[in-house]
Each structure stands twice: as C-alpha cells, then as structure tokens.
C-alpha cells in the first residue's frame, strides 16, 4: 500500500519561505504523477504543484508560478516544494498526493489521484 508522509509546515511571515518535503513508500513510481494540493478553511482544495516521477514534466497553478518550485529525488522516494515570497493567502493545509498513471486524467484534478498524505499546515501571518 502506497504512504505518503509530507512534512515541514509551519507559521512563517509573509515574503518567508518554507520547504515541504513528502516521503512516498510502498509502491514504485515510475509512472506515477505526484502533485501537491492545498485547502484553506471554508475553501475547496486546490491544485499547487505537479511533478511526473520519470521525467521533468512539470505544471504549477497560476497563483504559485515563479514563486513555489517542485522538485523530487527519485534515490529518497521525495517530493519536494520550496515556497517562497509566502503570501497571507498561501495559508492552508498541504497536501502530497499521488496518481498511479501520470498521464491519465488531468493533472490539476483532485478526483485524479489516488493516494494522499495526511497534511501539514502551513501558515503565513505576520
């Protein structure tokens, strides 16, 4: 059964930067897609970050781009996301999520993986 295990959330201030990290075990994961999620309070979840596992094919969502980056080392089995100039509004819980078939639905799409992570909180106030 495939885990994943994200970890460094926190409370930061704003223009702040955090890495996230998700440790995946159980499975092997060459064609699977790996994506970061995020939901805020009385707010759907919404698609961050995506990193195919073999090869670089990588999309962010608008609010994020050029200032979060994903990254993944295949020898840890971990995903990386580096978050900088940290806005109020990137406040939410994050989640690491993984899809099976990295080129099958889309990618933006929540209903699309199948696998998550428990969660970490992250926190941008000054």
């Known amino acids: 059964q495939v885990q994943l295990e994200e970890s460094g959330g926190g409370l930061v201030q704003p223009g702040g930067s955090l890495r996230l990290s998700c440790a995946a075990s159980?499975?092997?994961?060459?064609?699977?897609?790996m994506g970061w999620f995020r939901q805020a309070p009385g707010k759907e979840r919404e698609f961050v970050a995506f990193?195919?596992?073999?090869?670089?094919?990588?999309y962010y969502a608008d609010s994020v781009k050029g200032r979060f980056t994903i990254s993944k080392d295949n020898a840890k089995n971990t995903v990386y996301l580096e978050m900088n100039s940290l806005k109020p509004e990137d406040t939410a819980v994050y989640y690491c999520?993984?899809?099976?078939?990295?080129?099958?639905?889309?990618?933006?799409?929540?209903?699309?993986?199948?696998?998550w992570g428990q969660g970490t909180q992250v926190t941008v106030s000054s």
């Open positions: 159980g499975g092997t994961f060459s064609r699977y897609g």
């Open positions: 990193i195919r596992w073999s090869g670089g094919t990588i």
């Open positions: 999520a993984a899809k099976r078939n990295w080129d099958l639905g889309h990618y933006y799409d929540a209903l699309d993986y199948d696998y």
